[in-house]
């Protein structure tokens, strides 16, 4: 496989095994990179945490956000529940407080729309690239590291990564997921799988296929096998 060996090329000489965890959503890679580092003791870098913190409120990245979608993106502010207590001097709302992002709303315009999802793409993806480069130079003496990141491929962030191991589930197991999850109706749902790569086309560029069609036991049993093979 071409890319695997162009990849492997990179890390010669070094002995950190970098798995770049992937796969399409609701597929359960969180599923995987959790029994990694629950069962197996593995750090596990998440790049969706890494992207909501890039958006965290105030930061940089979330006024622009709202500055191109305004309210519809903002997110409610949540009714104080009354209490009976002395009056007392208001306090001054820290600069940046209410920049916070409707997560769910954002979702739904970016899915909707290829334009925006890239505009929105190329203005975290930088800071969560940012985020990993900082945080392997922090794990560089450890013997593995998982980098679970869901848009691995169209990213390139297989880049950072010594193998590829990509999480699949059958189409149906993974529209009914993402259905549960996120309480979407299943139109929205399947145009959120097609908006990402197939996962034929994922498949083809991974090092191994790890099936997540629901068996916990025969999960974790293909992560020990994947584990004590070479990369």
């Given at each position: 496989?071409?890319?695997?060996?162009?990849?492997?090329?990179?890390?010669?000489?070094?002995?950190?095994?970098?798995?770049?965890?992937?796969?399409?959503?609701?597929?359960?890679?969180?599923?995987?990179?959790?029994?990694?580092?629950?069962?197996?003791g593995l750090p596990v870098l998440d790049a969706d945490l890494y992207a909501r913190g890039a958006l965290?409120?105030?930061?940089?990245?979330?006024?622009?956000?709202?500055?191109?979608?305004?309210?519809?993106?903002?997110?409610?502010?949540?009714?104080?529940?009354?209490?009976?207590?002395?009056?007392?001097?208001?306090?001054?709302?820290?600069?940046?407080?209410?920049?916070?992002?409707?997560r769910a709303a954002l979702g739904r315009i970016v899915f909707a729309d290829p334009v925006e999802r890239?505009?929105?793409?190329?203005?975290?993806?930088?800071?969560?690239?940012?985020?990993?480069?900082?945080?392997?130079?922090?794990?560089?003496?450890?013997?593995?590291?998982?980098?679970?990141?869901?848009?691995?491929?169209?990213?390139?962030?297989?880049?950072?990564?010594?193998?590829?191991?990509?999480?699949?589930?059958?189409?149906?197991?993974?529209?009914?997921?993402?259905?549960?999850?996120?309480g979407l109706p299943e139109h929205e749902a399947g145009a959120r799988i097609a908006a990402q790569w197939?996962?034929?086309?994922?498949?083809?560029?991974?090092?191994?296929?790890?099936?997540?069609?629901?068996?916990?036991?025969?999960?974790?049993?293909?992560?020990?096998?994947?584990?004590?093979?070479?990369?």
């Amino acid at each position: 496989m071409i890319r695997a060996s162009f990849i492997r090329a990179r890390f010669q000489g070094s002995e950190q095994r970098r798995i770049g965890l992937t796969g399409g959503i609701a597929t359960g890679k969180s599923t995987v990179g959790q029994l990694l580092a629950g069962r197996f003791g593995l750090p596990v870098l998440d790049a969706d945490l890494y992207a909501r913190g890039a958006l965290a409120p105030g930061s940089p990245a979330a006024r622009a956000v709202l500055a191109r979608y305004g309210v519809p993106v903002a997110a409610k502010p949540v009714a104080a529940k009354p209490v009976a207590a002395k009056p007392v001097a208001a306090r001054p709302v820290a600069a940046g407080a209410g920049d916070a992002i409707d997560r769910a709303a954002l979702g739904r315009i970016v899915f909707a729309d290829p334009v925006e999802r890239r505009w929105l793409e190329e203005l975290v993806h930088p800071l969560v690239r940012q985020r990993f480069e900082a945080e392997l130079e922090r794990l560089a003496h450890a013997p593995v590291v998982v980098l679970m990141i869901p848009l691995l491929f169209e990213t390139g962030l297989e880049s950072l990564c010594s193998e590829v191991w990509l999480v699949t589930c059958s189409p149906e197991t993974q529209l009914q997921r993402l259905i549960g999850r996120d309480g979407l109706p299943e139109h929205e749902a399947g145009a959120r799988i097609a908006a990402q790569w197939p996962l034929a086309r994922k498949q083809a560029l991974a090092d191994r296929l790890i099936s997540n069609d629901g068996d916990p036991e025969a999960l974790e049993q293909q992560l020990a096998a994947a584990l004590a093979l070479n990369p």
